[in-house]
C-alpha cells in the first residue's frame, strides 16, 4: 500500500477541519453510523486479527474489544479529524483497521499510519491539537517529551494493553 508522506497526511486533515467540513451535526452522525457498519461488517476480521494479536477468542474480542467500539459510536462525535496509530505489536490488527477504514471513514478527515517507531517519530513531529495515547510508561515519557515541544495537550492511558496514537 502506498500511503502518502505523514505530514502531508496531517496537513490535510488539518485542512479539512479548518474548513468546516466536519461541523454539521448530520456529518458527524454519518461517520458514526460507518464505523457501527464498519465493526458489523468486519466482525470476523477484527475477531481474526485480535485472535492472531491477542490470543482473544472470538466471543471476548466481541465483548472486550469490538462491541465498545460500537457502543461508544451511538454517542454524538465532536467532529474532529484524526490520525491513527496502531501498535506494530499488533500487527494483524493495525493491518485491518488500515484496509477497512478508510473503507467507511471519510478519507479527508481520518487517517491510518501504520509502521513502528520511525513512523511514531515522525507523528510525533508533527503539530497536533490534542494526543491521545494508550500504552505503557516508556512510550508514554517519549509522547509527553515530544507533545511539549508544541505544547499539545495529551491524554493518556497506561494500561500498556492496546497501543495507539490518535
Known sequence: MNTPPIPETVARLRQTFDSGKTRPIEWRLAQLGE????????????ADALK????????????????????EAKYVAAGNCAVMK????TSHTSAALAAILPRYLDKDAFAVVEGAIPETTELLEQKFDHILYTGN???ARIVMTAAAK????????LGGKSPCII
Not at 464505523?35 to 477484527?46: C, L, Q
Not at 492472531?52 to 457502543?71: P, Y
Not at 508544541?150 to 492511558?157: A, F, Q, S
Open 35 to 46: 464505523i457501527e457498519r464498519a465493526m458489523r461488517d468486519h466482525e470476523s476480521d477484527f
Open 52 to 71: 492472531k494479536d491477542l490470543g482473544k477468542c472470538r466471543f471476548e474480542a466481541v465483548m472486550t474489544e469490538m462491541s465498545f467500539v460500537e457502543q
Open 86 to 89: 496502531p501498535s506494530e505489536v
Open 137 to 139: 510508561e516508556r512510550v
Open 150 to 157: 508544541n505544547l499539545t495537550p495529551v491524554t493518556l492511558e
